[in-house]
């Protein structure tokens, strides 16, 4: 398998402009999670979805964040308008959910690095 | 809230052993994870601890006590190619969602 895909790998804006981040979970995975990783905050969970049905977006920053996931096999996480402080590591991860869930090892793709001038 | 605790950077020489501890207050808990992240590249599955003790893979183990909200990675040997971020992460409950911690900088040096 691939692994996770994602793209672009690098985004660079302009504040105000909107900016679509994609993502391609591992064949088979029914978990898809976006997390968002700054030298600030760390790695932090936007939202993640169960056989493609959004269960916790309650980290989604604000309105100019959303999410959409419309079949098993892409996603994608959208900003409008975007920001300078929306520069940040994007990364997209999958898991199986053959465990149950909770136990379930995340694979991540290799993140989108976007900078917001 | 939820409260993750890791040390912000540690250096340790070549060969040697080292330990990596967090703490953490959850509201719910249902797992501890540790990732690896070198510079620039993904996280990577390292360990999952839901049972306290200890559990060993290769030159890395990795322990939980659930009564004290606390676990280590020992990474045994170090090499050159460990050092990275080393990331402790807590599923609080709910399907397969994650709190990570800031991450532990290791720099292995000669």
């Known amino acids: 398998d691939a692994g996770v895909i994602q793209s672009p790998r690098h985004e660079v804006t302009e504040m105000g402009q909107e900016v679509t981040l994609r993502c391609k979970p591992i064949s088979g995975h029914d978990y898809l999670f976006w997390y968002r990783q700054t030298m600030m905050r760390g790695l932090e969970l936007l939202i993640y979805f169960n056989n493609n049905v959004p269960i916790d977006d309650s980290g989604m920053p604000e309105d100019r964040f959303s999410a959409k996931m419309p079949n098993a096999s892409f996603s994608t996480l959208k900003i409008q308008p975007s920001e300078p402080r929306d520069s940040a590591v994007y990364f997209c991860a999958s898991s199986s959910g053959l465990a149950g869930g909770s136990q379930d090892e995340q694979f991540f793709g290799p993140g989108t690095r976007l900078t917001v001038l | 809230g939820q409260n993750i605790d890791q040390p912000t950077e540690m250096t340790a020489t070549e060969g040697a052993i080292v330990q990596i501890n967090c703490t953490y207050q959850?509201?719910?808990?249902?797992?501890l994870f540790w990732y690896q992240q070198h510079a620039g590249e993904a996280p990577t599955f390292l360990s999952y601890?839901?049972?306290?003790g200890l559990e060993e893979k290769g030159r890395f183990s990795s322990f939980l006590s659930r009564s004290k909200g606390y676990s280590y990675l020992l990474l045994k040997e170090l090499q050159m190619k460990d050092s990275a971020s080393y990331l402790c992460a807590v599923n609080t409950g709910g399907g397969n969602k994650l709190t990570f911690g800031t991450g532990t900088q290791l720099k292995v040096e000669l």
């Open positions: 601890n839901v049972l306290d």
């Open positions: 959850t509201s719910g808990f249902n797992g």
